[in-house]
């Protein structure tokens, strides 16, 4: 028995180091896994409201927190603005007003921003602007496209407050009232306006 | 074993993937969160504690309250109330308009303003209810109002967020309801007074309640001459014998003041609803 015993091959495996043999996975496991990370996708898309410190449950996101903001008063009309501005003008103006070189230029304590003249004001978005304009001392030569047509009053008289009151800028809130009154003295022109053309203007 | 390096590594990616997403994760989130401002105004949210309630927070942790006390209401959706306040010159286009919504408020009903037109509906609904007063003359204001079981307690009016404890160290959110929730506890009872004798005798005004006594927190004292402005006015079983007085410790004063200034019950961005 004891000289079977040494002679069996066995015997000097038990001597050596065990080592591990490797195995594929199996496919099921495979499909089990990609369905885990799929379900864990949708509920984090769901629930996740992608780290904002703003989203708590119930809500899912910012914008759907935004569904259920107060619809009146001036702080929701400023937001309302914000929304806007954020939509519509951060892309080239900057979520932080100001502006991007050789893009557009800056609002921030900006005297076209926050004239009294609002007329001028409501004018540039409404038809656009063409050519040169100096803002705070630089000049820019560019081409800023009518906004008009895609804004409603509210919007556009909430974008406007929102900018004349936002990053440190203090002016008058724009009514919707005014904005329709611009809106319909202007309604034959088709053409941008020049800063020449707005400097004119009472 | 040839696998020390490789049992570490996948050990240290175990708790290091861990420690990101439960340490690091939320400090990124929430850990520099400045002081916010109430909805609607610049009012700054929340505001200091008065002393004497912050000193009340480390008699609170002291005391292990937080193991029995929540202070996090939760609420598991949000819903538009329609209030119509003024009627306006125009009673039968309101009456008319009110006829076309499913309402339970009708013409005979519209003597007594404010009333509400409809309750819980969604905020297309409330739009919709909205739009039908336009032309009437007919005030009408849209409301938000969170609900959930908490909502329904009465232990507040909107979800606890982040922002609630900014001005608290340590904060206290608590994970166990053996108690009611006491993040508006100052809310339903602003009487300091209150908090000292539930403090002292919880079942002489709450004669269900399961809380301990903390008798601990106040002194029985013989009555010389005058009776002490602080002395607790007690009733029945908890009543010292004649001649003696309970008087509160500064401890309790400052704990008891600090449970009437627990109110979370302002709008917020994050947490909407119609103030009141």
């Keep these: 028995m004891s000289h079977n015993v040494q002679s069996n091959p066995a015997a000097s495996v038990n001597d050596a180091e065990p080592r591990a043999g490797s195995a594929s996975m199996p496919v099921w496991m495979l499909v089990a896994v990609m369905v885990l990370v799929f379900g864990g996708g949708l509920y984090f898309d769901t629930y996740g409201g992608w780290f904002s410190p703003q989203v708590y449950a119930p809500y899912r996101s910012v914008n759907d927190l935004m569904a259920y903001q107060p619809v009146s008063g001036e702080g929701a009309f400023l937001l309302r603005g914000k929304v806007v501005y954020e939509q519509v003008c951060a892309l080239c103006h900057g979520a932080d007003g100001n502006g991007k070189p050789g893009q557009a230029p800056t609002f921030v304590d900006s005297e076209w921003v926050i004239t009294d003249n609002t007329g001028r004001l409501i004018r540039i978005p409404l038809q656009g602007l063409n050519g040169p304009i100096k803002v705070k001392g630089v000049d820019w030569n560019l081409a800023m496209p009518a906004m008009g047509a895609a804004l409603p009053d509210a919007d556009l008289a909430a974008v406007l407050s929102y900018m004349r009151n936002a990053w440190g800028n203090k002016a008058s809130l724009i009514t919707p009232e005014e904005v329709a009154a611009v809106r319909a003295a202007t309604a034959s022109r088709t053409q941008p306006w020049t800063a020449a053309e707005l400097e004119a203007l009472k | ?276």
Aim: aromatic letters at 8%.
């Design chain 2, 1 to 276: 074993m040839n696998y020390g390096a490789l049992i570490f590594l996948v050990g240290f990616i175990g708790l290091a993937s861990s420690w990101f997403g439960l340490v690091l994760a939320p400090q990124l989130q929430l850990g520099r969160q400045p002081i916010t401002k109430i909805q609607g105004g610049n009012d700054p949210y929340p505001s200091r504690r008065p002393g004497l309630a912050e000193q009340g927070l480390q008699v609170y942790r002291a005391n292990g309250c937080v193991s029995c006390h929540s202070q996090q209401v939760q609420q598991s959706g949000t819903v538009f109330d329609v209030v119509m306040t003024e009627l306006g010159t125009n009673q039968p286009a309101v009456v008319a308009a009110l006829a076309k919504l499913d309402s339970k408020l009708t013409g005979a009903s519209l003597s007594s303003l404010p009333q509400d037109v409809v309750r819980g509906v969604n905020k297309l609904q409330a739009d919709e209810v909205n739009a039908a007063f336009k032309d009437t003359g007919a005030k009408v204001a849209v409301q938000i109002r969170p609900v959930g079981p908490d909502m329904d307690w009465g232990w507040g009016r909107r979800a606890t967020v982040a922002a609630d404890f900014l001005q608290d160290s340590p904060v206290m959110p608590g994970s166990q309801r053996l108690g009611p929730d006491l993040a508006n506890v100052g809310v339903r009872k602003p009487d300091v007074n209150w908090h000292l004798v539930h403090l002292y005798a919880p079942k002489s005004v709450v004669p269900d309640s399961t809380m301990p006594p903390y008798r601990f927190l106040f002194e029985k004292r013989k009555i010389d001459r005058h009776a002490s402005p602080d002395a607790l006015q007690l009733t029945g079983e908890a009543a010292p014998e004649a001649g003696y007085e309970i008087v509160p410790t500064a401890e309790a004063k400052a704990l008891a003041a600090y449970l009437a200034s627990l109110r979370a019950d302002v709008p917020l961005f994050e947490a909407p609803m119609t103030a009141k």
